[in-house]
């Protein structure tokens, strides 16, 4: 047997192919382009999803037949809080609104101020990116698409109905819509009233280990697979990554450096605090919830910096940061990673990225530092406001495409002040995740799939850069209020 995982991604559709033990086989992926039509707004088209998946499924396939044909379950993951919106013939209405979104800042006054139960309710603040408010801007900026609209579906649930026919969501990415009762792990009647729609309007629900259906059968025939392939309820892209690295137990831990950087710390209660801008949701795993706290940019912002230095590549400036002496480092200018707006702890769609303490000394290798300790920055934020939630953790495991560098894995120990873990495979994210997730649907043992991948790494504070970077950390905070709160 085999199992493979799709992790919808912002910038890329993953593919992880699993065998019968639990070792990975192959991937494989395909880019994707985010559209940026007006300020604030960030969309994707919903079929380029599908297109990017059938091109990666032909590359997997292509590579390794005999596993591939050997495939029994499919497990799901992807970017949360993106609105797809389906007429009544399920077609696609209008780009979906994703979930770096910025525009529906005025719909989340409106959308707390009509149902006062939000908070209590959903555990979260209504922010941007989250989908309810989205639907609100949709139907006060274009009623025409809104009127059509039978059907709402997240990123990964509209690929579910193009691979079983089925609408089907799960608690860990339905409780980043703001209409999930989230203790109860269902749809809330109230919330979703608050926004003109109803039950009737959204997927029905399975936990994320269960399955969600069934393989088209012409699709398993197209993609050379057998009858009866399952496709399990799947998860939220975080969700999906602390299955990955095997975080269900509570106080488990992990940050995850992709487009976004996320802090998820597991729970074995619901443990809501709005107030701080954490956000508290439903785990993949049954009975468990987390904590998380979320910044819009993490490793999108080395990307960014490539391209504004001209380093040519990652690698390429990561190594010109490397050598860099600390006292080189500690005279770079500070960076604020808020490309597009931040969440945790701010809660600003407006907050804007900042360089501050250019000079004529400064070269490309301090700007790239300034970014990579920009990032860990933020996170030490989200830390903060975890903190301040009630969560203490003494180690995080490190995932996504940022674990990829030790320099940023220690730089991020030393600024948190926490051992930051690296786990063989951990850069897979929540492929590895969806890969597991298809396995359990299918019948796998929960204790064997979901155990830890070994220890690849672990970075441990350096006491003698604690001062230095806390009081970096201070102008950093200082630097953001003068500049966003006046």
């Not at 559209?35 to 919903?46: D, G, T, V």
């Not at 940061?321 to 200018?333: G, T």
């Not at 850069?427 to 649907?441: F, I, M, Q």
Request: hydrophobic share 45%; with cysteine; aromatic share 6%.
């Amino acid at each position: 047997m085999s199992f493979l995982g799709i992790d919808l991604g912002t910038s890329e559709v993953k593919l992880l192919l699993l065998d019968g033990s639990g070792h990975t086989v192959g991937q494989a992926g395909a880019p994707l382009t985010v559209s940026r039509p007006q300020a604030l707004w960030s969309e994707q088209a919903p079929q380029d999803w599908w297109q990017a998946t059938e091109a990666a499924v032909a590359q997997l396939r292509e590579a390794h037949p005999r596993v591939w044909a050997e495939l029994r379950g499919i497990g799901l993951s992807g970017q949360m809080h993106g609105a797809v919106l389906l007429d009544a013939q399920d077609q696609v209405l209008r780009p979906a609104i994703l979930w770096n979104d910025g525009r529906s800042h005025a719909e989340c006054d409106e959308l707390t101020a009509r149902e006062p139960r939000l908070h209590s309710i959903a555990g979260n603040l209504a922010m941007p990116g989250f989908t309810a408010p989205k639907l609100l801007w949709v139907r006060r900026h274009e009623p025409a698409v809104f009127e059509q609209v039978r059907s709402v579906l997240l990123p990964k649930d509209y690929l579910r109905l193009l691979l079983t026919g089925d609408k089907v969501s799960e608690p860990s990415d339905a409780a980043g819509t703001l209409w999930l009762d989230v203790a109860a792990r269902d749809w809330s009647e109230p919330l979703l009233a608050a926004c003109h729609l109803s039950r009737a309007h959204m997927p029905r629900l399975v936990e994320s280990t269960e399955v969600s259906g069934v393989l088209r059968p012409a699709l398993a025939r197209a993609w050379g697979l057998p009858e009866g392939v399952v496709v399990a309820g799947g998860a939220g892209d975080n969700a999906a990554s602390a299955i990955g690295i095997g975080a269900v137990q509570p106080g488990d831990g992990f940050i995850s450096l992709g487009t976004s950087g996320v802090l998820f710390v597991v729970n074995d209660t619901y443990r809501p605090n709005p107030a701080s801008a954490v956000h508290a949701f439903c785990h993949a795993q049954p009975g468990r919830w987390h904590q998380m706290s979320v910044m819009l940019s993490a490793a999108s912002c080395l990307k960014w910096a490539v391209g504004l230095t001209g380093a040519g590549s990652e690698a390429h400036l990561l190594s010109e940061v490397a050598e860099l002496s600390m006292a080189e480092r500690l005279q770079a200018p500070l960076f604020l990673p808020y490309l597009a707006g931040e969440r945790t702890p701010h809660n600003n769609p407006f907050a804007q990225g900042h360089l501050a303490g250019l000079g004529h000394a400064t070269t490309r290798a301090h700007v790239g530092y300034a970014v990579l300790e920009g990032v860990a920055f933020g996170l030490a934020d989200g830390l903060a406001a975890l903190q301040a939630a009630g969560t203490e953790v003494s180690q995080l495991s490190l995932v996504g495409g940022g674990a990829r560098s030790g320099l940023w894995a220690q730089l991020i120990a030393d600024a948190l002040g926490v051992d930051i873990v690296l786990h063989t495979g951990s850069e897979a994210g929540g492929a590895l995740g969806a890969a597991r997730l298809g396995w359990l649907a299918a019948g796998g043992a929960p204790d064997l799939v979901c155990a830890r991948p070994p220890v690849m790494a672990r970075h441990q504070p350096d006491e003698s850069v604690h001062a230095p970077l806390a009081e970096r950390l201070q102008r950093f905070r200082t630097l953001y209020r003068q500049l966003h709160q006046g």
